[in-house]
């Protein structure tokens, strides 16, 4: 062995040597009893405070410098190709059209239109049609013919317009009469002729503090082949202008009147002035104050007729729904032409004046929707000499009956309208009358009527109309023997349809009285049945 390796053993050796000579150690344990007091040292506080540093913030300056260089840029041009315009910017209108049709009965009807469209400056047209009809009797014929012309003129100022009319209608008195009597044609044949003439001139104002004003000249003579003439001359006039913002407006006339035969002469003149000026109050209610006037002189007397005039409305809402109730009067002048226009019929002549001496009325008119609308009214009038209508078994036609005292009469009358542009229309109107008379009942006239009209443009190329007419049963009388009779009700039902052949080329079918009621409209006079009538329509 080395000497390095003798010390390493030596020195292990003595260390091993001393631990073995050391004592076992003593495990002895101790328990320390003493209540705890836990101390907090003390804490050592930050004497400064923070004092954040706030940022300096320095809007900065900025300098732009443009360069000054121009661009030079060529225009280009395109030529636009206009729309098609010429005539197709107003395109002609097929206003003008002949009607060429036949019917049972040996009905023909031939009818004509032909009117002026598009000038600025004036218009004119005329319209003509034929109507006949003449069944095996021969005593129900008839014939209406007319021919109606106008013209207007547009001035810078104004306008005038003017028309003339002749009508010629032929019936016969084929009222009930004995075997006995066998009476020809020619003795039953009425014929009637009429020529109506018109002229007027109305201003145009630009400025509503201006005044307003139009002037109407009317004439017609009117005579049968009875010998029978009357001749009627008027000349009425509007005057109106705004004052403070609302409306006065004078009505103005002068009529005279002669019905003249070879045995007598009746003339009639009439004076009439009618002001009326309506407040507006918030563009909601609106009172409306005036009167009616008439001087009145015959070949008897004359007379001053003055009738007191008020209406006031209030929109329940705005422009939709509005409330009016009011009072009126007037003299209404009974002619030998009204008459005849009403009933045909007449033989008797009996002319009288109608005084409608106090009237008042109530109701709510408005749009339920964009295309409907409505009316409700209800009024109560005294009357004094209102017309009625009898039979007279000696001349077998008919003959005006008044009850010359002052009478009572209340209607209700409602109606209802709907229409979409030009594709659909309907109209319901109903009517309600009650009378205080002094004769024994209302000879000839009815107490309730309703009328329904019907329209429908199908794809136009189809167009249906249908109406119905009914009214309730009636008292008719006989005179001279005053033998009273009662008239069954009505019902009318009737159906039109157009059919669009060509572009110009139409064809019509009109159904009428399709219940072949043979009603008794006047006493006596009961009316065609079902007839038909059907031709073609030409436009250009």
Known sequence: MNIKHIAIFSA??????TAFAQDTLRTNEYDVIKDFKPTLSEILKITSNPNPEVPEVKAPKLDYTLPETRLTTDATVYTIKPLAMGTALLPKLKS??????????????IEAYINTVRNKTSQAGVFAKHLSASPSDNVQAFSDNQINMWGKRFLNSGMLHSSVSYTRNVIHLYGFQPQSLNLSESTLRKQYAAIDLNAGYSNIIKDTSKIKYNIDLYYYNFIDNKDMKENDFKLTGTVSKYIGGNPLKVDLG???????????????????????????????????????????????NGKLYFYPEAEIAYQITPKTITAFAGITGRLIKDTYKSLVNENPFISILNINKTDNKFEFYTGVKGEIGPQTSFSLQYSLATVKNMVFFGYDSVSLGQEAIYDTTNSGLSNVKAELNHEFADKFHFNFVLNYFSYSLAIPAPYGRPTFTTRTAFFYNLGEKIIIRADAYTMNKRTGIEVPSNKEFNLKAITDLNLGVSYKYRKNIGLFLNLNNLTNNKYQRWMNYPVYGFNLLGGITLTF
């Open 96 to 109: 003008n059209y002949f009607k060429l049709g036949y019917g049972n009965y040996n009905s023909p009807v």
């Open 254 to 300: 002068v009529n005279t009147n002669t019905i003249s035969t070879k045995t007598f002469e009746y003339n009639q003149v009439l004076v009439t002035i009618n002001p009326d000026y309506t407040l507006s109050i918030n563009n909601r209610a609106f009172v409306m104050l005036g009167f009616n006037s008439t001087i009145f002189s015959d070949s008897a």
């Open 12 to 17: 292990l050796w003595f260390i091993t040597c």
